[in-house]
């Protein structure tokens, strides 16, 4: 089953803008990791954040877990239109999942330019 | 450069026949994965592998079958008795087990029923 459900679904900025991306999931976490899709291609990592973090950052991208609400925010500050593409993202539920991601259906996120 | 080859990029498959998609990596990674990915929706796991010679069945494993007698290969065979095949497949790799590490995705074979 999907735990993670990101929100929303789909989101349209212009070049320049920031894109804020949500998930939320439903089980205690070990830690939770981002990965970006383009059209037609395989994943790619993002970004892990361990369940006793609250922050971290790389480049371009901030994200956030609050476990407490279980949900956790990517934020990509001055898009471009190369950051085109679906972002999902994945939970590891530790010991009770069998140690294994369970993905969400991802934010297709377009950039205009 | 190290990495995870997908092939063949799409496939064909007439009814009652079985087709095998091929993974092959070469970063020497422990772990292997087979997602299967529906139009506009996230990856559900088929079979994962953490060791040669073992594997698991993921949540959707029915109609598929796997072998895992080299490290650097994890094959999936579509059989016949997978009633809708038409999808995106996708297999990754990691170091170790799954969720410790991130995982390396290939390019994806894209089947689809003739």
């Known amino acids: 089953s999907q735990q993670g459900e990101e929100d929303p679904q789909a989101l349209s900025i212009q070049e320049g803008e920031n894109a804020t991306m949500n998930c939320s999931y439903k089980?205690?976490?070990?830690?939770l990791q981002w990965y970006r899709q383009n059209s037609g291609r395989g994943l790619v990592h993002l970004i892990l954040?361990?369940?006793?973090?609250r922050e971290k950052h790389s480049g371009r991208l901030r994200v956030t877990l609050d476990t407490s609400k279980k949900s956790s925010s990517l934020l990509i500050t001055a898009s471009r239109a190369a950051d085109t593409a679906s972002y999902f993202c994945?939970?590891?539920?530790?010991?009770?999942?069998?140690?294994?991601?369970?993905f969400g259906e991802g934010t297709q996120l377009t950039v205009n330019p | 450069d190290g990495g995870i080859t997908q092939s063949p990029k799409y496939l064909f498959r007439k009814e009652g026949q079985n087709v095998t998609l091929s993974c092959e990596q070469n970063?020497?990674?422990?772990?292997m994965y087979w997602y299967r990915q529906d139009p506009g929706q996230g990856l559900r796991l088929i079979y994962y592998s953490q060791i040669v010679n073992d594997f698991q069945k993921g949540d959707i494993a029915e109609g598929y079958s796997v072998s895992r007698e080299k490290k650097e290969s994890f094959p999936l065979t579509v059989t016949s008795a997978q009633k809708n095949p038409t999808a995106f497949y996708l297999c990754?790799?990691?170091?170790?087990?799954?969720?410790?590490?991130?995982?390396?995705f290939g390019d994806g074979t894209r089947l689809s029923i003739l």
């Open positions: 990754a790799s990691s170091i170790r087990r799954q969720g410790r590490q991130p995982q390396h």
């Open positions: 970063l020497n990674h422990d772990a």
């Open positions: 954040i361990r369940s006793n973090e």
């Open positions: 089980t205690s976490i070990n830690n």
């Open positions: 994945a939970t590891d539920a530790g010991e009770t999942s069998g140690s294994r991601l369970t």
